[in-house]
């Protein structure tokens, strides 16, 4: 077997003779993988420490290269913009459906460019946005409600917002509620968890391509699997709808949801299975795990919190039930929001595309099918870029233009370029009126002792979508 793996491990990019960019020793075989047990994130911001803003590093068969300054990351973004690259996926999600994904397409193809133009056009657009916002603000009103008959009692942030949010995108896209706010793990919500899991569960055959076969730890057919029981909880709704667009088609009725423009897109049923289920999974573990996050710093900051909490009562009032509207005046609420996502983005590895031609970046020789990488978690706690960058001071942005849209290279929560998140208005809306309705209906404790606050562990997971470790659990008391 070892003769085997060692013939089998030839490097997918070779170095010698070159001057690639510097990086740690790597082992034979497996390389530099037994350092990434505490998270990739902090192990490549450690090599960045050491070996500079542009690094790399030998995982299992592949050579990763891995920015994580401003000028790191430009100059990978003009790599990929002037060089044939593909986007990684990894092994566990390559079921086939490649053709019909908009988050692992692996190139930018016309198929790719009508989802995004779809998403751009019917949900993210200001009118779209503007359409839905009734329906966010219905279920938050419904979160705040729930929260209110769970007053003094213990209750766990992410699984509530994660349902909240399922909730706002089944109705946008099927007029649909699909999970109930008082928990359970089945249906949809077990589907994305356990989609969320598997995604977090590193992958030997991410790393020994020659294993995809085998699929050793089971993870492609669990990930198939749960795909298929979230397709089954729409599938009746869509072979319903499919059966009266005829005649309402005939009558020149608007689309009711997103599912009647998919339809009316001429999307097949596998289309509008794998675009929901990638908006689903997309789009709600990421946010509640903003708002999570945010929350946990702002009962930590208790200054924060009362700034936040004044700017509410001075703006709104402390009855008035908060809608969109409200939101644009509340510059500290997007502060708060922005130093959130600078010290805890939801991806804080950016891009994990391979370049198929070898090429010269910041003056190192990059080998073809390296898979190149933006540390957006290192950027965010860079001394070099932020002022004590480890403190939670949203004070900062209020004093700076810098923005989540792409352009500021230092803070790409959403990334940046033909992949950047096309979700952002939608999200940044979503989590601007969650988090203003926690803040502003109610005070916040940790349960046992109130005033252990500063014992809050704000260990990080890393996957997919990286998490706090631990639920935040806490007991809303009312403000009103
Ligand atoms: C806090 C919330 C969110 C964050 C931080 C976030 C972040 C990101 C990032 C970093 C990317 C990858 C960009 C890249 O590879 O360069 C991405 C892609 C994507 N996001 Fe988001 N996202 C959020 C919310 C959403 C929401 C609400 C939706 C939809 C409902 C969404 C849908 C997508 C899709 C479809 C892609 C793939 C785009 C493509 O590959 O062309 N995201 N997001």
Same mark, same amino acid.
């Given at each position: 077997?070892?003769?085997?793996?060692?013939?089998?491990?030839?490097?997918?990019?070779?170095?010698?003779?070159?001057?690639?960019?510097?990086?740690?020793?790597?082992?034979?075989?497996?390389?530099?993988?037994?350092?990434?047990?505490?998270?990739?994130?902090?192990?490549?911001?450690?090599?960045?420490?050491?070996?500079?803003?542009?690094?790399?590093?030998?995982?299992?068969?592949?050579?990763?290269?891995?920015?994580?300054?401003?000028?790191?990351?430009?100059?990978?973004?003009?790599?990929?913009?002037?060089?044939?690259?593909?986007?990684?996926?990894?092994?566990?999600?390559?079921?086939?459906?490649?053709?019909?994904?908009?988050?692992?397409?692996?190139?930018?193809?016309?198929?790719?460019?009508?989802?995004?133009?779809?998403?751009?056009?019917?949900?993210?657009?200001?009118?779209?946005?503007?359409?839905?916002?009734?329906?966010?603000?219905?279920?938050?009103?419904?979160?705040?409600?729930?929260?209110?008959?769970?007053?003094?009692?213990?209750?766990?942030?992410?699984?509530?917002?994660?349902?909240?949010?399922?909730?706002?995108?089944?109705?946008?896209?099927?007029?649909?509620?699909?999970?109930?706010?008082? &928990?359970? *793990?089945?249906?949809?919500?077990?589907? /994305?968890?356990?989609?969320?899991?598997? +995604?977090? %569960?590193?992958?030997? =055959?991410?790393?020994?391509?020659?294993?995809?076969?085998?699929?050793?730890?089971?993870?492609?057919?669990?990930?198939?699997?749960?795909?298929?029981?979230?397709?089954?909880?729409?599938?009746?709704?869509?072979?319903?709808?499919?059966?009266?667009?005829?005649?309402?088609?005939?009558?020149?009725?608007?689309?009711?949801?997103?599912?009647?423009?998919?339809?009316?897109? &001429?999307? *097949?049923?596998?289309?509008?299975?794998? /675009?929901?289920?990638?908006?689903?999974? +997309?789009? %709600?573990?990421?946010? =509640?795990?903003?708002?999570?996050?945010?929350?946990?710093?702002?009962?930590?900051?208790?200054?924060?919190?009362?700034?936040?909490?004044?700017?509410?009562?001075?703006?709104?009032?402390?009855?008035?039930?908060?809608?969109?509207?409200?939101?644009?005046?509340?510059?500290?609420?997007?502060?708060?929001?922005?130093?959130?996502?600078?010290?805890?983005?939801?991806?804080?590895?950016?891009?994990?595309?391979?370049?198929?031609?070898?090429?010269?970046?910041?003056?190192?020789?990059?080998?073809?099918?390296?898979?190149?990488?933006?540390?957006?978690?290192?950027?965010?706690?860079?001394?070099?870029?932020?002022?004590?960058?480890?403190?939670?001071?949203?004070?900062?942005?209020?004093?700076?233009?810098?923005?989540?849209?792409?352009?500021?290279?230092?803070?790409?929560?959403?990334?940046?370029?033909?992949?950047?998140?096309?979700?952002?208005?939608?999200?940044?809306?979503?989590?601007?009126?969650?988090?203003?309705?926690?803040?502003?209906?109610?005070?916040?404790?940790?349960?046992?002792?109130?005033?252990?606050?500063?014992?809050?562990?704000?260990?990080?997971?890393?996957?997919?979508?990286?998490?706090?470790?631990?639920?935040?659990?806490?007991?809303?008391?009312?403000?009103?």
């Amino acid at each position: 077997l070892i003769i085997y793996v060692c013939i089998r491990t030839k490097p997918t990019a070779s170095l010698h003779g070159q001057n690639p960019p510097p990086g740690p020793y790597s082992w034979p075989i497996i390389g530099n993988l037994p350092y990434m047990l505490k998270g990739p994130h902090i192990y490549f911001t450690n090599l960045a420490r050491s070996y500079g803003p542009l690094c790399s590093v030998k995982l299992g068969t592949h050579l990763f290269v891995i920015g994580s300054s401003p000028m790191a990351a430009t100059e990978i973004m003009r790599a990929h913009d002037r060089l044939p690259t593909y986007r990684w996926v990894p092994k566990a999600g390559q079921d086939g459906l490649q053709d019909y994904s908009l988050i692992w397409a692996t190139e930018c193809t016309d198929h790719w460019k009508l989802l995004r133009s779809l998403c751009r056009t019917e949900l993210f657009s200001a009118k779209g946005l503007d359409s839905q916002s009734v329906i966010r603000e219905k279920n938050v009103e419904k979160m705040v409600g729930f929260l209110k008959r769970k007053q003094g009692e213990v209750v766990n942030v992410r699984e509530l917002v994660f349902a909240t949010t399922v909730n706002i995108l089944g109705n946008i896209c099927f007029s649909k509620d699909f999970v109930g706010l008082e &928990g359970g *793990s089945g249906g949809l919500k077990g589907a /994305l968890y356990r989609l969320m899991k598997l +995604g977090t %569960t590193p992958n030997i =055959a991410d790393f020994y391509p020659w294993f995809e076969e085998l699929d050793p730890q089971g993870l492609k057919k669990k990930t198939s699997e749960a795909m298929n029981e979230a397709f089954s909880v729409w599938k009746d709704l869509i072979k319903e709808r499919r059966s009266i667009w005829e005649s309402k088609k005939a009558c020149g009725l608007d689309d009711l949801d997103f599912l009647d423009t998919m339809i009316r897109s &001429g999307f *097949s049923d596998l289309q509008i299975n794998q /675009l929901t289920v990638e908006l689903f999974s +997309g789009g %709600t573990h990421s946010t =509640a795990s903003t708002i999570e996050w945010a929350l946990a710093e702002l009962m930590k900051n208790k200054q924060a919190m009362i700034t936040i909490q004044n700017e509410l009562q001075n703006e709104i009032g402390s009855t008035t039930r908060i809608t969109e509207s409200h939101v644009s005046k509340l510059p500290y609420l997007h502060a708060c929001v922005k130093e959130t996502l600078r010290l805890h983005p939801p991806a804080p590895l950016l891009h994990p595309q391979a370049i198929l031609e070898g090429s010269k970046i910041m003056n190192y020789t990059v080998p073809k099918n390296s898979q190149l990488i933006i540390n957006v978690w290192a950027m965010g706690r860079d001394p070099s870029l932020w002022e004590d960058p480890l403190s939670f001071k949203p004070e900062r942005f209020c004093e700076t233009n810098v923005d989540f849209k792409g352009q500021d290279f230092k803070f790409l929560p959403f990334g940046v370029g033909r992949r950047m998140c096309p979700g952002y208005p939608y999200a940044i809306k979503q989590i601007h009126l969650m988090l203003a309705s926690l803040v502003q209906n109610f005070d916040w404790f940790l349960p046992n002792n109130m005033e252990d606050v500063f014992k809050l562990d704000m260990t990080e997971n890393f996957g997919i979508i990286s998490q706090r470790k631990k639920p935040l659990m806490v007991i809303p008391k009312c403000r009103c």
